[in-house]
């Protein structure tokens, strides 16, 4: 059963869910850029025998606060806040796309704080071609400054995300699309190249792995985090 919730964080209201029992270790969700938490329903209650899942919307997206201030620093920010304010000191992350570049940073930042790290079909933060993005018509989900702000440092990683790579200590999984995701698959595999001791997992369905195979999703990543505990 899920459950709904808000948490302040540094003057920003960041919406999240809850599955599973309160004394099961931590894991923590981050959506793609556009998604809310709500995205990992597909997944989330299998990932929850015997553990406490948490699924954020990052600033800018959902429920949570749209401040009109955009970064994936301060998003990093905003987790490392919102894992404070629950009092979660040693947690298991993993991040879909955008809500991946946060996991990554986030995991950097502050080494012993996670402990496993599943990167969904991320890739290295290299510089590649500026696209202008279209914005959809109607009410969105989310901010549509927010998307303007972070493409542009997608398109144009700031130098230190790559030295980041190196800090981090979690045990990682890097899960990639294959050829049907937009995201170049080289890419990935460098990004799994670029953190010590990263595996590299390939589930061929595309970009959106967790919601187009949601069962290979939930056994690959239950698998690498040790299996469901006893909760």
């Known amino acids: 059963m899920v459950t709904r919730r808000i948490a302040g964080v540094g003057g920003v209201r960041l919406a999240y869910r809850v599955w599973g029992p309160p004394e099961g270790p931590p894991l923590v969700l981050l959506p793609a850029l556009g998604d809310v938490s709500g995205d990992w329903d597909t997944v989330a209650a299998e990932l929850a025998h015997g553990r406490r899942v948490y699924a954020v919307d990052l600033r800018g997206h959902g429920d949570s606060g749209r401040p009109g201030t955009y970064s994936l620093e301060l998003m990093r920010a905003d987790v490392l806040g919102f894992l404070d304010a629950l009092g979660l000191d040693r947690i298991d992350l993993v991040g879909h796309s955008l809500g991946g570049i946060v996991a990554y940073l986030v995991a950097a930042a502050r080494p012993g704080l996670v402990d496993r790290l599943v990167l969904e079909d991320v890739g290295a933060p290299y510089p590649r071609p500026a696209t202008a993005p279209e914005r959809p018509d109607g009410e969105l989900p989310f901010d549509w400054a927010m998307v303007l702000?972070?493409?542009?440092?997608?398109?144009?990683?700031?130098?230190?995300?790559?030295?980041?790579?190196?800090?981090?200590?979690?045990?990682?999984?890097?899960?990639a699309g294959g050829p049907r995701s937009h995201i170049p698959q080289e890419s990935v595999s460098r990004l799994a190249r670029l953190i010590p001791d990263a595996r590299l997992r390939t589930i061929p369905v595309g970009h959106l792995i967790h919601r187009e195979a949601p069962k290979a999703f939930a056994e690959a990543v239950t698998e690498f985090l040790g299996g469901p505990s006893a909760g």
């Open 149 to 175: 702000a972070v493409r542009r440092q997608i398109d144009s990683p700031p130098g230190d995300w790559l030295t980041a790579l190196g800090d981090i200590t979690a045990e990682t999984l890097v899960l």
